[in-house]
């Protein structure tokens, strides 16, 4: 009757430890469903519904300029944050081992040898030579889950070092083309600076042939060091950057070798692909979801400790010494023994920790699932910016053109005294700030594809 009650006992704590040794899936409650905003809104060349996706390709497919690419090379070989990432995989990597070896048993060699006298009699030597071996038997999955839990951190040190080494690549690009913008508008603002040059000298000359008056004069010189003011402001603008690429690629501040902002070539078609791609591709999804496996893994663990513990020692040698005299020569000894541990009650630790561990995981589902929408939002947002810069650029290459029209019809309606030089200013400054704009606005569609790329899992 009693073995019949063990039995029931023992059947009864498998069955209830089955969900211990389960190993992590997806909840189906987890989706991705519905997170890209109005995807029928944005341009033809934006296929949102296509599987090809954009994150895919090979961050050299995006961009094409040579020096970039050089430029992504050196950061990707030299940065101090990739650098630290692949070192935190390496580490990630050995407790991992360490945590497979677990299920081995730990085998120690520890001689001993004493001597001891007591009066005039003999010195007694003995010694002793064990062996001792220790194996934890893991009947209900706690080391199973500790090696499981190690695992999802190698991946999340993994996933990390894909979103470091994707920040890297777009990091740089970003910056790259920020100073192709800048050198584009450094040209802009120095050839104003001499139109404005010029101008001075021609009013100065008309107010002596008494065509003009010194206020005019006063108005362009103003104009004139308007500009170059801003000239010198950019051309900081420049130096900083380059000063941040510099550093950013592991390098002292220093000039960085680059192209021009008109030999940017860009892919044609920017698809994002199906958004159940996300889930795959984004480094940061990835990271959430291994937190939310960790964390199932420590519940598990967290049921695991109500169960007993089983361990086997076990210690063979030789020795002289019995402990109650000593016998020359030695003999061999061996020992075996297993204990086993029910916790019965614990101060109410047990189930703190798991009411603890639950509740952990509850929360690294809901970051997890909150993160796959800051997914979607970035991508959402990327596409739009990349859809409102291209109908910007459209405006502002129109508005330049009117502009430029403007200020020539301006000069020859002032030359026949038709116009005031305060005109010709106005429609100078006004050609000025389009074409800076259009150059900035030019770089930003560019930072779109970057933040698309990027949010896509681009360069992982």
């Known amino acids: 009757m009693k073995k019949n009650i063990i039995y029931v006992m023992c059947a009864t704590a498998l069955l209830s430890s089955c969900h211990i040794y389960k190993a992590y899936d997806r909840p189906e409650e987890i989706t991705a469903d519905g997170i890209y905003r109005d995807p029928v809104s ?6 949102v519904t296509d599987t090809t996706n954009m994150g895919n390709l090979p961050w050299q497919d995006i961009f094409r300029d040579s020096k970039l690419q050089a430029l992504i090379e050196e950061g990707l070989a030299n940065n101090v944050d990739m650098q630290a990432a692949i070192l935190r995989v390496e580490e990630a990597k050995v407790l991992l081992t360490s945590a497979r070896l677990a299920f081995l048993p730990s085998i120690n060699f520890n001689p001993q040898g004493t001597i001891t006298t007591m009066g005039d009699n003999e010195w007694a030597k003995a ?6 071996a220790s194996w934890e038997v893991d009947l209900f999955g706690k ?10 951190a190698y991946l999340q040190s993994e996933f990390s070092r894909q979103a470091v080494r994707s920040q890297i690549i777009c990091g740089v690009a970003n910056l790259y083309y920020t100073l192709l913008m800048l050198d584009r508008q450094v040209e802009i603002t120095a050839e104003n600076v001499d139109i404005n040059k010029e101008n001075v000298r021609a009013m100065e000359a008309m107010k002596e042939a008494g065509m003009t008056t010194e206020a005019a004069v006063a108005q362009s010189r103003a104009v004139y060091h308007q500009v170059e003011a801003s000239l010198i402001d950019l051309k900081r603008q420049v130096r900083e950057t380059e000063n941040a690429l510099a550093v950013l690629l592991a390098k002292a501040p220093q000039t960085i070798d680059r192209g021009t902002l008109d030999e940017q070539v860009f892919p044609e078609d920017l698809t994002t692909g199906v958004p159940l791609q996300l889930l795959e591709n984004r480094p940061d999804v990835k990271i959430a979801e291994m937190t939310l496996a960790s964390a199932y893994y420590t519940t598990n663990q967290a049921r695991a400790a109500f169960y007993p513990g089983l361990n086997i020692t076990a210690t063979a040698g ?17 020992q075996a ?6 916790p019965i009650f614990n101060n109410g630790k047990l189930i703190a920790n798991l009411k603890v561990s ?17 997914a979607g939002q970035e991508v959402s947002d990327a596409l739009h910016l990349y859809d409102a810069t291209n109908r910007r650029l459209m405006q502002d290459k129109q508005q330049v053109e009117q502009l430029e029209k403007a200020s020539a019809y301006t000069k020859d309606l002032f030359q026949s005294g038709d116009a005031s030089y305060l005109e010709v200013l106005t429609a100078q400054q006004s ?7 259009e150059v900035s606005d030019n770089v930003q569609r560019m930072q779109a594809v970057i933040s ?5 899992g681009g360069g992982r």
């Open 42 to 47: 944005v341009v033809d060349t934006l296929a």
């Open 127 to 132: 010694y002793s030579t064990p062996l001792s």
């Open 143 to 152: 080391l199973l889950n500790a090696s499981r839990s190690q695992k999802t």
């Open 318 to 334: 030789w020795t002289n010494g019995s402990g109650i005299q000593v016998a020359n020569p030695g003999e061999f000894m061996f």
């Open 337 to 342: 023994l297993a204990s086993l541990a029910q």
């Open 358 to 374: 639950k509740a952990e995981e509850e929360i690294a589902r809901m970051n997890y699932q909150q993160t796959i929408l800051e």
């Open 431 to 437: 050609l000025l700030s389009a074409q800076l704009t």
């Open 452 to 456: 698309l790329y990027s949010a896509l």
